[in-house]
């Protein structure tokens, strides 16, 4: 192992210079960039175009399973009147929380010639500036913790009733003069803002079932619920009317796309042609644009190497220089909302050569990180054996 580690190992040149050309070609590009969110093109489907998309789409509108539930919510709120803090308390609260309750910026001075000294930590004026605020936070804090006692209370309660049915649990509750709300039915990615969008709930309703109608209490951002199962929707295809409209977006989005698409191509030729009659890409880059009524905003980039590469360099651009050779255009390629058009203006291979510093150099990485694999394979067989 220390021996496949220590290296060099056996590298065939012909590996050196394919890692050599790879990373030590010298690029000069040059890209155009069209903005795609500019890119509006009047699309109307008929009903008849969006039905048939609809039909293909296999299960991409599917409805997934979703739960209804009705929900008995405990707030915070209710519990806030009833709190009370002391300055201890707050005090105490505040220096196990500073970070939270960062103190209000001093107000800009205009005299710019006196130095400004940093003044010495005084956590009780610091506490001083931010005591509503941490009062408020506490109360708060302490309300949460009143509503989730109430609603395990009621949890605790129901469960001792024995009521272990859906008219046996309404009628415990209006013996307490409380009603469950119902919820519109939701799915395991979609929390109801009635309880906070907490993923904790959803997860909660969908234990629930014909065994078991109620939940424990759930904790909330804003309090606490239980809930109470009414019913289990497995997953369906919707009818064409139900996602109507969604079928409409995806649709235009995906004609949009195929346009701006065949746009590129377009564009590409008309820039090649220029190019091929001696114009740069900043010189044919407006006239293009002019008629496809599309801005294309060009930008050079200084000579570089992958080995030096900019940082501030679009990876898409990088992706393309495998199919580039000098003087080509690449396709039309995506990166976030516009489109890039990449322009090889020069390439430069290195040298290849034994003699070449960065030969030796090349070989020596190769070995060593074929050297790690390797070594990572013998130990790996051994610990099997």
């Known amino acids: 192992v220390q021996a496949l580690l220590a290296g060099p190992g056996y590298v065939l040149p012909a590996d050196v210079k394919s890692q050599l050309v790879r990373s030590d070609t010298s690029w000069t590009l040059a890209t155009a960039t069209v903005d795609y969110s500019a890119f509006k093109p009047e699309i109307k489907p008929t009903d008849t175009e969006l039905t048939q998309y609809f039909e293909q789409a296999g299960g991409r509108y599917d409805i997934p399973p979703r739960v209804v ?53 005084n956590p009780a004026a610091d506490f001083a500036a931010v005591r ?25 309660a129901l469960f001792e009733s024995k009521a272990r049915t859906a008219e046996a649990i309404a ?3 209006g013996s307490r003069k409380l009603a469950a709300k119902p919820l519109a039915p939701f799915a395991r990615d979609a929390a109801p803002a009635e309880l906070g969008g907490s993923p904790e709930a959803v997860t909660e309703a969908f234990r629930l079932g014909k065994d078991r109608l109620a939940s424990d209490a759930i904790a909330t951002p804003t309090g606490a619920v239980i809930l109470f199962w009414k019913e289990s929707q497995a997953s369906r295809k919707p009818l064409f009317t139900e996602v109507k409209e969604k079928v409409s977006t995806d649709y235009i989005e995906g004609e949009r796309r195929k346009r701006f ?15 091929k009659a001696g114009d740069t890409l900043e010189k044919a880059a407006p006239a293009v644009a002019t008629g496809s009524g599309l801005k294309l905003e060009t930008k050079a980039v200084a000579p570089f190497a992958l ?33 890039i058009f990449v322009h090889a203006a020069d390439k430069q ?13 090349t070989r020596t990485q190769i070995a060593s990180y074929t050297g790690r694999i390797g070594a990572s394979a013998y130990l790996t067989e051994i610990v099997e054996k």
């Open 69 to 121: 539930v009705e929900f008995l919510e405990f707030p915070a709120l209710d519990h806030l009147a009833k709190v009370t803090v002391t300055e201890a308390e707050a005090r105490t609260f505040y220096d196990a929380n500073p970070s939270r309750f960062p103190k209000p910026a001093e107000p800009a001075k205009t005299d710019t010639t006196t130095p400004t000294l940093t003044p010495p930590a």
């Open 132 to 156: 509503a605020q941490v009062e408020s936070t506490l109360k708060f804090e302490r309300a949460l913790k009143a509503a989730a006692k109430a609603a395990s209370d009621l949890s605790l």
């Open 171 to 173: 009628a415990f509750l």
């Open 261 to 275: 698409i065949e746009l590129g191509k377009t564009i590409k030729a008309e820039l090649e042609v220029r190019i």
């Open 307 to 339: 080995r030096n590469r900019p940082q501030d360099l679009d990876y898409t651009i990088l992706g393309t220089l495998d199919r580039l050779e000098k003087g080509q255009i690449s396709d039309l390629i995506f990166s976030g909302d516009k489109g």
């Open 349 to 361: 291979a290195p040298d290849q050569s034994e003699s070449n510093p960065r030969f030796a150099e």
